[in-house]
Structures are given as structure tokens and as C-alpha cells.
DNA sequence: CTCTTATCGTTTGGCATCAAATGATCGCCC
DNA sequence: GGGCGATCATTTGATGCCAAACGATAAGAG
């Protein structure tokens, strides 16, 4: 563990030094600044605790889990889900199906389709898996009542909620005028 | 957008369904399933409304962000600050030299240690980026009151706070009988 | 001084991730 | 039933990201 580490009411101090002068909405700063923060702190854990093991990274985890709940599943539906875009869900399903643990199979009425669904040794893993993904989650939030628990989640589940709905238009209205870059990452057209 | 979508709550309903039988701490999970997902959220509104014509990515933009608030500082603390691996930051870094906006120079007295700072060009990116950044924290947090943002804000310091304390004594508890694989990931060791 | 050990930042390998392009297929209209 | 646009999963290219290996330097022991 490396020496002098700031805590983070010190880096608040510091915050409220440099803006002194600005206008500024603390609380949403205080907010938005420790969602990712305390995101990246509990998939770290997660991952190297019980993911470990299985090998498994916490989108794929994710994954089975999607499909553990809902059973088979559309891709765009299981993407969706699980919060990631349809690529990405092309490259995790592929490795838990080399794997053995998910199965894939066209859909019987529109052959572009194609349905997900956890194969037994997939469902023997989750049953495995789960409690002790459960103790950890109970682990990281100890130290919250389980009311607070149930707050933090709410809000959180607010803050989501208000972007599905009006953040693309949001977006919209703050681009508007700007005629932007073309983007680095994409595939490119062919020539 | 695509048609029909489930609600977080019907999510929830139909994990009472599969999880009927087993014992859990629901609380934790409805807590932890959400801070991921509100992360990831966030992250993309942010990326895709204010930092995309300044084309920054999110991390790029904390990097940018620890610096202002801290000033000069040492790699591996801006790395911690920011909440990022060191060999993450050399990319990140290296590509915000490269656009002028941060500055790398030897530490005097040891010449292992390099140190980062904001050049005067990023100095007023950040003067003027930073009002629209805050304004978007703002607009996504807008549901909540700014007592719910402070409680957010404490809840999820605690979780972080927690880890940071107790996370890798736990982790080094959970794997002691576990014979790990080696890694995917990481360099190999030449032959 | 020389040797060893610790500690920097950087490099490297592998996966995750996204968005746009792409090809396959479907639905519809005439 | 032939064609045309919409919609699906996949491919592609670039970047983000971590952890371990690595080279350079520092600090300590004898």
C-alpha cells in the first residue's frame, strides 16, 4: 500500500479552494464523482474475489446472470440488460459458449435472430456462483443499513431512469450547434 | 430506441421468482446491481455531451481534472487520485502531452519519478470545460434534491471507504485454499 | 565500492468496449 | 413475386484498461 494517501473529505477541501470563485452544484459533483468511483472500487473487488476463480470478468458474470434470470433471451434484449452494446455481447457470448456455459440457437420464425440461453453446466455454475457473489454485494455494503441500501439504490435507479428518458434529447439540444470530429473508434467505410 | 423495454422493476420482480427459494441480501444486490449501471450511464452522457467536442474521454477528463485541483503532482499519485492503474495513465498522459494540455517533467531529486502538470492551455481548457461538466452533473442528478445528492454522495464514500480497508484482507481471506490460473491478461514472462 | 533489494514509470498482452459498416434476412408494397 | 427499405447480429478499427514483466534508478548493507 503506497504511503500518503489524501482522503477524499481532503480532496473536497481542495476542491472547494479552487472554485472558491465558481458557481457550481456541489452535491451533484459530490454525486456523480463517487458513482464511478465506487463503481470501479466494487468490480474491482468483485472481480478478484469470487470472479477470480471462474475466470469470469463482471460483464460476463453479468451475462449469465441476465440469462439466469430472464431464461433464453434475444441478443438485443440480453445486450440491453446488461448494459452493454450488441458488439460487445458478440464477443462474451462466444466465449462462454467455447466455454460451455451458454448455448446459442437461431430463433424458429426470423433466422437473423438468435436466442441465448444458459446451457446446464451454465445453470450448475450460476446456483454455485451466485450466493457467494451475493455475500460479497452484502460484503462491500456493510457498513449501510439496509435502508440506506435501499435509498442508495433508489436514487441511483433515479439518476438512470432520468437519462433513458431525456438524455438523448439533452444531448441533442447541447450539440446542436457543434459540427463535430468524426469519431476515432468506428469501423471505417471502405474506400 | 427499441420497442418494448423492462422496467428495473420488473427486473426485480422476476428475480424474486428465480431466487424464491434462496436466502439473500436483497438490499445489496438492489444496491450494487444499480451502482454499475448508473456509472455507466453517467459516463456515456457525460462522454457523449460535453467532452465529445473537446474530444476527451471520461478518464482523460479526471486526469485532467486531478491536476487542476492538485496541481503538480507525481504519477503514481495522480494514477490513485484519478482511480486508474499507472500503466493507464502513461497512455492517457502521453496522449494529453501530445495535445498540449499536460506538461511532464523529471523530478528533481529522483530520477525514477516523473511529474504532471496542466499547461496554460490546459489551465483554460478546464476553466472553461468545467462549468459545462458541473452543469451536466447537475442535469443528471436534477431528480434528486441536493439532500438525496449529499446522502448518494456519503453512501457510496462509505462502500469505497470500506473496500479501501478492509476489501484486500478480505480478498487474500476468500482465496487462501484457491489455486488460481495464471492470468489472461498481464505480460508474459520472455522465455 | 559492490552487491542486493526496493521502487519508480513504462511496456506488453489480452480482453472489454463502442460505434459505424456490413451482409443476411424480413416485411411490405405494388 | 420482385424490389426496396428496415432490422437483425456480426465484423471491424481504435481506444480504454489492468496486471505483470521490465529497465532504470535509488537506498541500504557489508
Given at each position: 500500500?503506497?504511503?500518503?494517501?489524501?482522503?477524499?473529505?481532503?480532496?473536497?477541501?481542495?476542491?472547494?479552494?479552487?472554485?472558491g470563485?465558481l458557481?457550481?452544484?456541489?452535491?451533484?459533483?459530490?454525486?456523480?464523482?463517487?458513482?464511478?468511483?465506487?463503481?470501479?472500487?466494487?468490480?474491482?473487488?468483485?472481480?478478484?474475489?469470487?470472479?477470480?476463480?471462474?475466470?469470469?470478468?463482471w460483464?460476463?458474470?453479468?451475462?449469465?446472470?441476465?440469462?439466469?434470470i430472464?431464461?433464453e433471451?434475444?441478443?438485443?434484449?440480453?445486450?440491453?440488460?446488461?448494459?452493454?452494446?450488441?458488439?460487445?455481447?458478440?464477443?462474451?457470448?462466444?466465449?462462454?459458449e467455447?466455454?460451455?456455459?451458454?448455448?446459442?440457437?437461431?430463433?424458429?420464425?426470423?433466422?437473423?435472430?438468435?436466442?441465448?440461453?444458459?446451457?446446464?453446466?451454465?445453470?450448475?455454475?450460476?446456483?454455485?456462483?451466485?450466493?457467494?457473489?451475493?455475500?460479497?454485494?452484502?460484503?462491500?455494503?456493510?457498513?449501510?443499513?439496509?435502508?440506506?441500501?435501499?435509498?442508495l439504490?433508489?436514487?441511483?435507479?433515479?439518476?438512470?431512469?432520468?437519462?433513458?428518458?431525456?438524455?438523448?434529447?439533452?444531448?441533442?439540444?447541447?450539440?446542436?450547434?457543434?459540427?463535430?470530429a468524426?469519431?476515432?473508434?468506428?469501423?471505417?467505410?471502405?474506400?
Amino acid at each position: 500500500m503506497p504511503g500518503p494517501r489524501r482522503s477524499i473529505t481532503e480532496t473536497e477541501q481542495a476542491i472547494r479552494q479552487r472554485l472558491g470563485g465558481l458557481t457550481l452544484q456541489r452535491e451533484a459533483m459530490a454525486a456523480v464523482g463517487n458513482i464511478h468511483r465506487a463503481a470501479a472500487a466494487v468490480r474491482s473487488h468483485l472481480e478478484n474475489s469470487v470472479l477470480r476463480p471462474h475466470e469470469l470478468t463482471w460483464t460476463s458474470f453479468v451475462v449469465l446472470w441476465v440469462l439466469w434470470i430472464w431464461g433464453e433471451a434475444e441478443t438485443w434484449s440480453v445486450a440491453e440488460e446488461a448494459g452493454i452494446s450488441k458488439g460487445t455481447l458478440t464477443g462474451i457470448s462466444r466465449t462462454l459458449e467455447s466455454r460451455g456455459l451458454v448455448a446459442r440457437s437461431p430463433h424458429p420464425e426470423d433466422r437473423r435472430r438468435v436466442l441465448l440461453s444458459l446451457t446446464p453446466e451454465g445453470e450448475k455454475l450460476m446456483e454455485e456462483l451466485f450466493p457467494a457473489f451475493n455475500a460479497e454485494e452484502a460484503f462491500v455494503s456493510a457498513s449501510l443499513s439496509p435502508e440506506e441500501c435501499l435509498r442508495l439504490a433508489d436514487s441511483l435507479r433515479t439518476i438512470v431512469g432520468r437519462l433513458e428518458e431525456h438524455g438523448e434529447q439533452r444531448r441533442r439540444e447541447l450539440l446542436a450547434g457543434e459540427d463535430l470530429a468524426p469519431r476515432r473508434s468506428g469501423r471505417r467505410p471502405r474506400p
